[in-house]
């Protein structure tokens, strides 16, 4: 039984994730498939230990980052996100992406290797990660995504940037159309010019089958209103009739159960790979 449900899982996700143009082709481009990344997420959190010191917290990471994660070829792509408006406080998010699944397992393996030759003394080895891991709690969660073709490329910038992720649950019962959420892509998220960027993935690895996630980057905060106004106004422009649009969103929301979290976090620039 949890085979076929593993199964089904993974026929709607290729039904909802193939069928879109890659965003590094142009639009003269002829149509191909889809690749897409796998993304790991961990979740931990700040030590509650009273006398843990964080003023050197970011020193400590990018020392971490430059002699690691910066120098593995493996992870394409990674960056550290703080909380801005979420339930918990004390969280930190730690994303890797890689190109194949099986990276990720060699990756862990690169990472070792690039760890002993920073620090070869066993003794300074063992220390640093014993400063890096004070700051965190033991506890943590780990999932595994993988990426959906329905994207806009994050533009570049030193600065922090804001990421609204919204976390919804497929409904996965056949009645929704992925077709009705690639229109809507098309005609009203793709034509956004509040984005800064913006990410859509699914479970492949975790405690929740059902997640999907989409990922919108802001420069600040207030950007987040103002883009849902935008939407607003570009989905009245994609569908005049009232009557035509209520019934095309109605289809839409059919493959999601309706329940869905909203989470806001900040990333750490310093730490963006």
Do not use: C
Not at 190 to 207: A, E, I, M, N, P
């Amino acid at each position: 039984m949890k085979t076929i449900a593993k199964l089904l899982v993974f026929v709607f996700m290729i039904s909802l994730s193939g069928v879109a143009m890659s965003q590094e082709e142009t639009e003269q481009s002829q149509e191909q498939a889809y690749e897409p990344v796998y993304i790991t997420m961990t979740t931990t959190h700040w030590s509650d230990n009273p006398d843990a010191d964080f003023s050197d917290w970011l020193e400590t990471e990018k020392e971490y980052f430059e002699n690691v994660t910066s120098k593995n070829d493996l992870i394409i792509s990674s960056g550290v996100y703080t909380h801005y408006f979420t339930a918990d406080n004390s969280e930190v998010v730690l994303v890797s992406v890689y190109r194949t699944w099986e990276d990720i397992e060699k990756a862990n393996d690169v990472n070792m290797e690039l760890i002993e030759k920073a620090w070869p003394n066993e003794d300074e080895r063992q220390a640093f990660f014993d400063k890096q891991s004070s700051y965190y709690k033991a506890d943590h969660k780990d999932e595994i995504y993988q990426s959906m073709s329905y994207m806009i490329p994050e533009t570049e910038s030193d600065e922090s940037r804001i990421f609204y992720v919204r976390s919804s649950d497929l409904a996965m019962d056949g009645k929704g159309s992925p077709e009705k959420f690639k229109e809507y892509y098309e005609k009203v998220t793709k034509k956004s010019k509040k984005l800064k960027g913006y990410y859509t993935h699914r479970h492949l690895w975790g405690s929740n089958s059902r997640e999907m996630s989409e990922v919108y980057v802001f420069d600040k905060l207030g950007e987040i209103e103002e883009f849902f106004e935008e939407q607003e106004e570009l989905a009245a422009s994609a569908w005049n009739d009232e009557n035509e649009r209520g019934e095309f969103m109605k289809e839409m929301n059919k493959l999601f159960t309706g329940k869905h979290s909203d989470y806001v976090y900040r990333s750490v620039p310093e730490l963006m790979k």
